[in-house]
């Protein structure tokens, strides 16, 4: 059921409370799943919610695992230290979580000597291998799951990238991204520039935005990108 369906229902049982109120208070204290058409692109609507255990078919682990936590966040994010693993989950303590999967991970340093944990058989491209250019969703996890951003972006930029979506150039953050509709049903996708890009990576922006629009945009009577810098 949606939000207001929950609040409603949950204000026949406990009348005179504000059922919004409610329906979080549920929302925070019990184990729930957005079911689809949630998260589904291109589809706006209220948010559906449904208990864990119905939707997956089984009651969550009694006691979560945080070593499986651990070597999940690293499967997707590693080579990171403990701080970022912290930050990205919202869990503390988690030192002596990583200290007791050492023997399994390696150990690498970042520049300033401190260590990095990552999988032993996780793919780690040469440092020279370029990154293409990545229209990043907003708030996405690629930006948001380290607790030291400044291997991608400056902190100046990390402001920005909290409320819109970010665009990377060979793995660094240059800029802002956003598509947008006019009264002829062009779809102009406006891309926010922290610095000038030389030649050859506007070419590669622009090809990569053609992409973006012929998937985000599809049904839309035109296409159009539009260069402007970060105010």
């Known amino acids: 059921m949606s939000r207001p369906e929950l609040g409603r229902a ?49 009651p969550p682990a009694d006691e979560p695992s945080a070593r499986e936590l651990v070597l999940r966040y690293l499967t997707a994010f590693g080579p990171a230290s403990v ?65 030291d951003r400044t291997r991608m972006m400056t902190d100046e930029q990390r402001k920005h990238t909290i409320v819109e979506a970010a665009m990377t150039v060979d793995g660094f953050v240059c800029g802002l991204w956003a598509i947008k509709r006019d009264r002829k049903d062009t779809a102009t996708l406006v891309v926010k520039l922290f610095e000038p890009l030389a030649g050859q990576d506007v070419a590669a922006v622009t090809e990569e935005g053609v992409r973006l629009l012929r998937f985000a945009a599809a049904d839309a009577d035109g296409h159009d990108i539009r260069f402007h810098s970060v105010d």
């Not at 026949?12 to 079911?35: F, K, M, N």
């Not at 303590?93 to 050492?102: A, F, G, K, N, Q």
């Open 10 to 58: 949950l204000a026949e049982r406990w009348p005179g409370r504000d059922p919004i109120a409610l329906a979080r208070s549920a929302q925070g204290l019990l184990p729930i799943v957005h079911p689809p058409p949630d998260g589904t692109w291109g589809r706006r609507g209220t948010t559906p919610f449904t208990l864990a255990d119905r939707w997956l078919d089984r």
């Open 83 to 147: 701080k970022d693993i912290q930050a990205w989950s919202g869990m503390t303590r988690l030192r002596e979580v990583v200290e007791s999967l050492r023997p399994r991970l390696r150990v690498f340093r970042n520049e300033m000597g401190g260590e990095l944990f990552d999988l032993p058989d996780a793919p780690r491209p040469d440092p020279d291998v370029p990154a293409p250019v990545r229209f990043l969703a907003a708030l996405d996890n690629a930006v948001l799951a380290h607790a």
